[in-house]
Nanobody, 122 residues
């Protein structure tokens, strides 16, 4: 019943910026912790950033600290990932996901978006 629809992916030059959005429907958005994950070519899926139900707690992967910012707007049922100072190694399929439990345990993410491609050229 819960559906996540992503937008905002695309091609960008190194050093550029991009903002991803994920709209959630079919559930009570404020009851979910939200996270972003990515999978680069030939690599395992990795955690990027997560935010708690109220937005009071945030955790970022070391590789994106200071460059990416997760946020949520509970009135719009939407979570965002602002990506600045992009690098070629950020190239990946990015997924948003919803957790009905913790924001920090990846096993708690039960609902996933379709994924959106982000390509950073050098």
């Amino acid at each position: 019943q819960v559906q996540l629809v992503e937008s905002g992916g695309g091609l960008v030059q190194a050093g550029g910026s991009l903002r991803l959005s994920c709209a959630v429907s079919g559930g009570t958005f404020s009851s979910y912790a939200m996270g972003w994950f990515r999978q680069a070519p030939g690599k395992e899926r990795e955690f990027v950033s997560a935010i708690s139900r109220s937005g009071s707690s945030i955790y970022d992967a070391a590789s994106v600290k200071g460059r990416f910012t997760i946020s949520r707007d509970n009135a719009k049922n939407t979570v965002y990932l602002q990506m600045n100072s992009l690098r070629p190694e950020d190239t990946a399929v990015y997924y948003c996901a919803a957790s009905g439990r913790t924001y920090y345990n990846t096993a708690d993410y039960n609902y996933w978006g379709q994924g959106t491609q982000v390509t950073v050229s050098s």
